[in-house]
């Protein structure tokens, strides 16, 4: 799986078929992340959002993206001496010994079978985040309207064929959230509620 080939249109892409809902729903996660905490940016893409998030005033970013054409743009996007290390992979890859204030994960969970979640993606997380930190997720809500079906079906055709995604449908990612022992403790919906943001901690 990999996005190196959307990386050049992505973003004109999402602006296209969701106008500023994509950003507006992910600068709404990134004002509830407290100041001078370690942050882990997980698939932040291009670095669209980075600049808002760097003036929230992290102590420190560890900006993770699997696609190395994805991360030179939010390289482009960054001053020199700015508080961020830039690792390409995935969750995997993070030291066992890191430790965060603060996980941001915009559109990342939706793309992995709910199994993945459960059993490797979020224990590997909740392992970097600490007791009283904050897993703040930015992601497309269940699709009810039929427009929202559409909507999902059409993204999800388009991202098997150009980045091998690994779904067919969509992910209930919050119950996998819930299942892991977390607790949503504020939201906000998007676009008619096709998209949503939330903290969560521990329960």
Same mark, same amino acid.
């Given at each position: ?46 670095? *669209?959002? %980075? $600049?808002?998030? @760097?003036?929230?005033? &992290?102590?420190?970013? =560890?900006? #993770? ?37 603060? *996980?941001? %994960? $915009?559109?990342? @969970?939706?793309?992995? &079978?709910?199994?993945? =979640?459960? #059993? ?84």
């Amino acid at each position: 799986m990999t996005f190196d080939s959307v990386a050049p249109f992505y973003d004109l892409l999402a602006q296209l078929m969701f106008g500023r809902a994509l950003i507006r729903a992910q600068q709404w996660g990134i004002e509830q992340v407290r100041l001078g905490g370690r942050v882990l940016l997980l698939g932040g893409g291009t670095g *669209i959002t %980075l $600049p808002s998030l @760097l003036a929230q005033q &992290p102590g420190h970013i =560890l900006y #993770v993206e699997a696609s190395a054409a994805m991360m030179a743009k939010a390289r482009q996007r960054t001053q020199p001496g700015a508080p961020v290390t830039f690792l390409i992979g995935t969750e995997a890859g993070i030291a066992e010994q890191e430790q965060f204030d603060c *996980i941001l %994960l $915009p559109f990342v @969970l939706d793309i992995y &079978p709910a199994e993945t =979640l459960q #059993v490797q993606m979020l224990p590997k997380l909740l392992s970097h985040l600490k007791p009283n930190g904050q897993l703040i997720v930015t992601d497309f809500a269940r699709p009810n309207a039929c427009w929202q079906r559409a909507y999902m079906w059409l993204m999800l055709r388009f991202f098997t064929f150009t980045a091998g995604i690994p779904v067919q449908k969509w992910t209930n990612w919050p119950d996998a959230l819930l299942t892991a022992g977390l607790v949503e403790t504020r939201k906000q919906v998007f676009r008619g509620g096709q998209v949503r943001s939330g903290c969560w901690v521990r329960n």
